[in-house]
């Protein structure tokens, strides 16, 4: 039973942290897709895990980033050739930029971060209460100790302070 209560409580911090910070990125995506803006960048290979690393020049900056997703491309097969893409970038809540449009990416997000987030908060409130009220019981079916408690008391003796007050 302990096993399975700490898997539950494991799976249901797993869900926490991965529909939180999904659900925090689908919140700065809708953010930046207030204040987005596009402009043409170029692939200019493919970096760490597979992503597409691209770069573009906003305000005269020109910025190297990093993207999973490539939809943005105005010419066919453009994400796979190194060719030109259109990229979404936007300065509200931080400096970000990506290959679709924010607005995308953030139903994206949401759609992974809100269900992670209903499965993992009521597994794990529920295995927390599983475990206390395994405890209570544990406790309660051990019963009173023969010897006196812990305070080294006999058992009848309620080690309370009685003052009488003064006639």
């Known amino acids: 039973m302990a096993r399975a209560l700490a898997f539950c409580i494991v799976l249901g911090i797993v869900g926490i942290s991965v529909g939180g910070y999904q659900c925090l990125k689908g919140h700065n995506y809708s953010v ?11 692939i200019v290979g ?17 910025v190297d980033d990093y993207s999973d997703v490539c939809v943005s ?11 030109p893409v259109l990229v979404y970038y936007s300065y509200q809540p931080y400096p970000n930029s990506l290959l679709e449009d924010f607005a995308a990416a953030s139903a994206r997000a949401y759609r992974i971060g809100k269900p992670a987030l209903a499965i993992g908060l009521p597994v794990t409130v529920l295995s927390w209460a599983a475990i206390i009220v395994l405890r209570r019981r544990n406790k309660g079916e051990e019963g009173p100790d023969p010897e006196g408690d812990e305070n ?15 006639e």
């Open 32 to 42: 930046a897709a207030q204040h987005e803006t596009t402009t043409m960048g170029r």
């Open 46 to 62: 493919v970096g760490r895990k597979g992503t597409l690393r691209y770069e573009f020049s906003a305000n005269g900056v020109t």
């Open 73 to 83: 491309q105005p010419a066919p097969d453009a994400c796979a050739t190194s060719g």
């Open 152 to 166: 080294g008391e006999e058992e009848g003796e309620s080690g309370a302070i009685h003052i009488v007050p003064s």
